[in-house]
């Protein structure tokens, strides 16, 4: 069975620092995993996603995540953290056919 | 294309009665899932609908039942509401072949 993990419910980094959001994940075989970003009171955005074709994965507003199987991790980076930045964050794993199965998130607060 | 379309945005039921949710996926997408979102819980699938068939379902009680129409659109039903059913409910859609779900802004469901 799949699982996730994220390390850390609440991250607070100051205006311009390094963003690092953790996730760990469990899988059978070799997963898809994502990265998803939610606003208040929003549905869920796709920051980006690891289908096995590059470890290192790009996504939007300027996220990155590198994916180490030897770690079983996907962690989620950002050199220079803005204001807007600001929500929750979901790290997830598909298997395939299945539904995702996300952690249970990392709220980032951004502090002036 | 439009995005996921989610109705109504905001529900209010009492309990023992039963409420339906509805979902446009966006167009051309014959998957659609749902996922219960909760302080508590976080994110957990409840089931998904391909085709006008439930190919995938999560563990919860059979007051959650679902169904999907011809043009994909999908609707969700919880019957006989508890306290504990209180969450924001959102739907994703992907298309066929595909790993990205993208995820309407949901119905946030507050049963007194």
């Known amino acids: 069975a799949q699982s996730v993990t994220q390390l850390g419910s609440h991250v607070s980094v100051s205006e311009g620092a390094l963003v690092l959001l953790r996730c760990n994940y469990s899988s059978s075989v070799p997963p898809y995993l994502f990265w998803y970003v939610q606003y208040p009171n929003q549905g869920l955005q796709l920051l980006l996603k690891y289908t096995s074709a590059a470890t290192l994965v790009k996504g939007i507003n300027g996220f990155e995540a590198e994916f180490k199987k030897s770690e079983t991790s996907f962690h989620l980076t950002k050199p220079s953290a803005h204001m807007r930045d600001a929500a929750e964050y979901f790290c997830?794993?598909?298997?395939?056919?299945?539904?995702?199965?996300f952690g249970k998130g990392t709220h980032l607060i951004i502090q002036p | 294309k439009a995005g996921v379309t989610q109705t109504p945005r905001y529900l209010i039921k009492t309990r023992g009665q039963q409420v339906t949710l509805s979902c446009s996926p966006i167009?051309?997408?014959?998957?659609v899932s749902w996922y219960q979102q909760t302080p508590g819980q976080g994110l957990q699938f409840l089931f998904e609908?391909?085709?006008?068939?439930?190919?995938n379902k999560g563990n919860f009680p059979g007051r959650f039942s679902g169904r999907q129409f011809s043009n994909s659109r999908s609707e969700m039903n919880v019957s006989t509401l508890e306290l504990g059913d209180s969450a924001l409910y959102l739907c994703?859609?992907?298309?066929?072949?595909?790993?990205?779900?993208?995820f309407g802004a949901g119905t946030r469901l507050s049963v007194l």
């Open positions: 609908y391909f085709s006008e068939t439930q190919r």
């Open positions: 994703a859609s992907k298309e066929t072949g595909q790993n990205i779900q993208y």
């Open positions: 167009s051309g997408h014959r998957s």
């Open positions: 997830a794993v598909s298997e395939g056919a299945d539904g995702l199965t």
